[in-house]
T-cell receptor, first 113, second 112 residues
Framework: DGGITQSPKYLFRKEGQNVTLSCEQNLNHDAMYWYRQDPGQGLRLIYYSQIVNDFQKGDIAEGYSVSREKKESFPLTVTSAQKNPTAFYLC????????????FGSGTRLTVV | GDSVTQMEGPVTLSEEAFLTINCTYT??????LFWYVQYPGEGLQLLLKATKADDKGSNKGFEATYRKETTSFHLEKGSVQVSDSAVYFCALSLLNDYKLSFGAGTTVTVRA
């Protein structure tokens, strides 16, 4: 079955450490996205990528970094510069050139202690 | 800019009640409209969509009609179940721009 795999589902890290969240897809979608969701809040776009080796900042990119070396993979690194990293992180994909909408992964809950 | 506005929650209903969640949009062109559902601890799932005016999207007993004249895409279900408890997000995308703009989400709780 085609889909999006986010791993791990739960992640704990000490304050000041960088951490990388994985997002892998086998849907053959060109575009990939990272969102942050805080409790009781909506979605905020962190980064997105429309094609391999290219990505753009979203609304809250500060303290985060991404790479897109392969079509299937779009890892997100939460750096020590992110002041409040504890949140639920969602990865999504979409084909380009259509209004297909997004397919979402099941999310990673990051807790920084 | 392009945006969607959803009714604020939370919404609490009894089982078998009628559910309406209002969604209005602002867009410079002719957007496609979507409803997504998020169950606790999970990612979002596409519930239904409509790509042009007067289209009706439907799925799992939910319906929404794309109303260009009122720039709305309200979500309705005639008889909710406890399993419908979730957060519902309205979203839009413009033709040739596949990025979605999401509303803030509406939390719905259905009591037995």
């Amino acid at each position: 079955d085609g889909g999006i795999t986010q791993s791990p589902k739960y992640l704990f890290r000490k304050e000041g450490q960088n951490v990388t969240l994985s997002c892998e897809q086998n849907l053959n979608h060109d575009a990939m996205y990272w969102y942050r969701q805080d409790p009781g809040q909506g979605l905020r776009l962190i980064y997105y990528s429309q094609i391999v080796n290219d990505f753009q900042k979203g609304d809250i990119a500060e303290g985060y970094s991404v790479s897109r070396e392969k079509k299937e993979s779009f890892p997100l690194t939460v750096t020590s510069a992110q002041k409040n990293p504890t949140a639920f992180y969602l990865c999504a994909t979409s084909p380009t050139g259509t209004n297909y909408g997004y397919t979402f992964g099941s999310g990673t809950r990051l807790t920084v202690v | 800019g392009d945006s969607v506005t959803q009714m604020e929650g939370p919404v609490t209903l009894s089982e078998e009640a009628f559910l309406t969640i209002n969604c209005t949009y602002t867009a410079t062109g002719y957007p496609s409209l979507f409803w997504y559902v998020q169950y606790p601890g999970e990612g979002l799932q596409l519930l239904l969509k409509a790509t042009k005016a007067d289209d009706k999207g439907s799925n799992k007993g939910f319906e929404a009609t794309y109303r260009k004249e009122t720039t709305s895409f309200h979500l309705e279900k005639g008889s909710v179940q406890v399993s419908d408890s979730a957060v519902y997000f309205c979203a839009l995308s413009l033709l040739n721009d596949y990025k979605l703009s999401f509303g803030a989400g509406t939390t719905v709780t259905v009591r037995a």
